[in-house]
């Protein structure tokens, strides 16, 4: 398939423990989001990578949670010891960037992580 | 990060009824604007971008107004599979990562 794809799809784990989560975004796109969404909330933006550039981090909500790209190519999301309230479904976008730079193309979710913590 | 505000809901409406949703956003510089939908456990997905001369696809219309700074939608001849939330999102800057979502607003069409 040509989508976002994330994996796993669902996680449960118990309070203290890490858990990593992936998104392999579509080829070509150099543009990948992090966002999280509780039930029944808007989605929280976490982090975003363009290219080589230093990703914007300013979303992620504490020490405990990073994130990882190589170049443009897959992502992952680390949350160390986590915590009841990190219980949310992580979803993950990518898209692609014209050559003036601007933003023309619409972000392309992935399915999403639904991450318990018990 | 500047806010993007959007009535919650839910709206619910009968079958064939026309619905609106407006949304607000509280920065003029802002340079682009989209609508998504989010149907319920699913990812959200691309419903139509905005733009500022008002666009139209199928029953769907979203318009812009850059003084008052809030863009609409509109949707005709409401079917029950336009039940969803709709996301407003605004992007601020050139900048893809100055992607601001609205928490987003419920509609319900009844048969």
Known sequence: GAGVSQSPSNKVTEKGKDVELRCDPISGHTALYWYRQRLGQGLEFLIYFQGNSAPDKSGLPSDRFSAERTGESVSTLTIQRTQQEDSAVYLCASSSRDRGGLYNSPLHFGNGTRLTVT | ?111
């Not at chain 2, 607000?24 to 510089?29: D, E, G, P, V």
């Open chain 2, 1 to 111: 990060r500047k806010e993007v505000e959007q009535d919650p809901g839910p709206f619910n409406v009968p079958e064939g009824a026309t619905v609106a949703f407006n949304c607000t956003y509280s920065n003029s510089a802002s340079q682009s604007f989209f609508w998504y939908r989010q149907d319920c456990r699913k990812e959200p997905k691309l419903l139509m971008s905005v733009y500022s001369s008002g666009n139209e696809d199928g029953r769907f219309t979203a318009q812009l107004n850059r003084a008052s700074q809030y863009i609409s939608l509109l949707i005709r001849d409401s079917k029950l599979s336009d039940s969803a939330t709709y996301l407003c999102v605004v992007l601020e800057g050139r900048s893809q990562g100055n992607l601001i979502f609205g928490k987003g607003t419920k509609l319900s069409v009844k048969p």
